[in-house]
């Protein structure tokens, strides 16, 4: 019994039996069948090609409200992936090497190294943003409200900042941590640049917190 082709099965299938009869036509047919092919490819990348430059990105600039140039990557994107799936098709077609395996297997990899290295960079990045907002200084007392987690910043590195709490503990609070909770800062006379003491870290610079502190 023959099986029933999904949807998303059935153009390639017709494609196929149209490439088959070619090939079968006469002696000419192989050659007219792998023409065929091609152009088949060039045609629908670039009818691809033009809507992503045209009408596909118009709709889209009206449905979120945006303005069309604003949209430019996402129509680079969408041109890239055109391009890639016609040359992935192409050479997995004309030769025995699968490049869609391959292409898959190479955004795999990144996909895996992206997540795995996301929290070092996160951390990286929001040290960055830290430097040119300036939300604290080195000598400040934060606390982060309603946890009970106070201290003074006493250093600040690419991936923590580190705090001394009243008791004399030290406290590594990931640079992440700054932009997703509610910080409350008391500046103090201590106090010194986030730039000057990243250059030059010396715990020993900052004065102790209050011993009445919480």
């Not at 055109?82 to 077609?93: D, E, I, P, R, Y």
């Not at 982060?144 to 201290?151: C, Q, T």
């Amino acid at each position: 019994m023959t099986e029933a082709l999904t949807p998303a099965a059935q153009p390639s299938a017709s494609l196929a039996h149209l490439l088959e009869r070619i090939a079968a036509s006469g002696p000419w047919g192989p050659w007219l069948a792998e023409l065929t092919f091609l152009g088949v490819v060039l045609v629908l990348t670039a009818i691809g090609w033009a809507l992503a430059g045209g009408p596909l990105m118009r709709a889209v600039a009206r449905w979120v409200g945006a303005p069309r140039e604003s949209l430019r990557p996402i129509r680079t994107g969408v041109r890239l992936l055109l391009s890639l799936v016609a040359t992935a098709s192409l050479v997995s077609h004309f030769t025995a090497f699968d490049l869609f395996t391959v292409i898959a297997g190479t955004f795999a990899l990144i996909a895996t190294g992206f997540v795995a290295l996301w929290s070092t960079l996160s951390n990286i990045l929001c040290t960055v943003l830290i430097l040119v907002t300036r939300p604290f200084r080195v000598g400040d007392d934060i606390s982060f409200p309603p946890d009970a987690l106070e201290g003074r910043v006493i250093n600040l590195s690419f991936f923590f900042t580190t705090l001394k709490t009243a008791d004399g503990r030290y406290v590594n609070v990931p640079n992440t941590t700054f932009f997703q909770r509610i910080m409350v800062r008391r500046a103090t006379d201590a106090g010194r640049d986030l730039g000057e003491q990243l250059a030059q870290p010396d715990l020993d610079d900052v004065e102790e917190p209050p011993t009445g502190s919480a």
